[in-house]
């Protein structure tokens, strides 16, 4: 290598290579306040070369610690009373963080969102929160969404989890269930990927 392609190197960074390993998260929050909400479901699934392992799904309730957030999560299609009896925060998220230790790469829809509530529960709990790298499906619509305005095709594709789906040709899914957005999550990276070119 001569001496310009050596410096050439030095200030061009190298493309990353898409991460082999995902672990595709979910969280269902008792609100979309990053600095307030607290988690009362996580659902995660691991996505290895391309592939979804709908096997290695996990999912579980968690009990919030205010008592009286549980009062609105209707909406997850879930009573007080099955968070209450819930495994605490504690219990569960030091799995969840082997997990993504374990993982190139932490997949979720909306990281200002999940990627926050996951930092302060690590602080609430005294753990370490891992910062591993964050692939947002978001981000990724994103750039769609600039492809298409730059070539005036089509109509944008939506932020949402289902709308984003349903742009691409996905079918519907289980909202508001930790498990199935996790792999609705999956599912779509996987898509959005293949329209972006890899």
């Known amino acids: ?21 995902l672990l595709a998260l979910d969280l269902e929050t008792t609100g979309f306040d990053p600095e307030q909400a607290e988690i009362i479901a996580i659902g995660t699934v691991p996505v290895v070369d391309g592939a979804v392992r709908i096997g ?9 610690a ?32 082997v997990a993504i230790r374990d993982a190139e790469a932490l997949l ?7 990627v926050r509530v996951l930092e302060r529960a690590c602080a609430a709990t005294g753990l370490e929160w891992p910062s591993p790298r964050v692939v947002d499906t978001m981000e990724l619509i994103e750039r769609v969404r ?13 932020r949402d989890l289902a709308g984003a789906r349903h742009g691409l040709g996905l079918p519907p899914h289980q909202a508001h269930d930790a498990a199935a957005d996790a792999i609705a999550t999956a599912e779509l990276y996987l898509a959005l990927s293949v329209h972006l070119g890899g």
Request: hydrophobic letters at 35%; a positive charge.
């Open 108 to 114: 979720v829809h909306h990281a200002s969102l999940d």
């Open 1 to 21: 290598m001569n001496r310009r392609d050596a410096v050439l190197r030095r200030l061009v960074p190298a493309r990353r290579r898409p991460p082999g390993r």
């Open 56 to 64: 290695a799904t996990t999912s579980t309730l968690v009990r919030p």
């Open 146 to 158: 600039r492809r298409q305005r730059a070539t005036g095709s089509g109509r944008r594709l939506p």
């Open 66 to 97: 205010n008592r009286s957030a549980v009062e609105g999560i209707v909406a997850h299609h879930l009573r007080p009373s099955d968070v209450i009896s819930a495994p605490t925060l504690a219990d569960v998220l030091p799995e969840v963080l």
